[in-house]
């Protein structure tokens, strides 16, 4: 096969793999296109870096090593899920329903990380 071929053989079977993120902690199943890169890397040089920081929200790093071991390595890392305009538009109406009376970014940034129920995960990243 072709490069191109190879490319367009990949990229059907990412978009086949439906990874839709809709805003909700268990939507997206990136595990799909995870394991579909981790495949088409396979037997390769590719290093594969997998990172689940929620069941089925897989996340992966590929980094490629060059000749020059002075040099950095070339990573890659990329979104492998899609999210829907609609719930996109649904959840900033939604944000900005909470916004409203805040003067301050920081009390607004505060008060959408408690209401979507994210603020425990900012608090464990500290």
């Given at each position: 096969m072709s490069v191109s071929t190879d490319t367009v053989t990949l990229l059907c079977e990412l978009i086949r793999n439906a990874?839709?993120?809709?805003?909700?902690?268990?939507?997206?199943?990136?595990?799909?296109?995870?394991?579909?890169?981790?495949?088409?890397?396979?037997?390769?040089?590719?290093?594969v870096q997998?990172?689940?920081?929620?069941p089925g929200r897989v996340?992966?790093?590929?980094?490629v090593e060059g000749n020059n071991p002075d040099a950095?390595?070339?990573?890659?890392?990329?979104h492998t899920d899609v999210v829907p305009v609609e719930a996109i538009n649904g959840r900033l109406e939604h944000l900005r329903g909470i916004a409203l009376g805040f003067k301050n970014l920081g009390h607004y940034i505060l008060r959408s990380l408690i209401h979507s129920g994210q603020l425990h995960t900012k608090i464990n990243a500290l």
């Amino acid at each position: 096969m072709s490069v191109s071929t190879d490319t367009v053989t990949l990229l059907c079977e990412l978009i086949r793999n439906a990874c839709v993120n809709d805003l909700t902690s268990d939507s997206g199943a990136e595990h799909r296109n995870a394991e579909t890169l981790e495949r088409f890397f396979a037997g390769t040089d590719v290093k594969v870096q997998r990172f689940e920081p929620h069941p089925g929200r897989v996340s992966v790093a590929f980094t490629v090593e060059g000749n020059n071991p002075d040099a950095e390595p070339l990573t890659f890392l990329g979104h492998t899920d899609v999210v829907p305009v609609e719930a996109i538009n649904g959840r900033l109406e939604h944000l900005r329903g909470i916004a409203l009376g805040f003067k301050n970014l920081g009390h607004y940034i505060l008060r959408s990380l408690i209401h979507s129920g994210q603020l425990h995960t900012k608090i464990n990243a500290l």
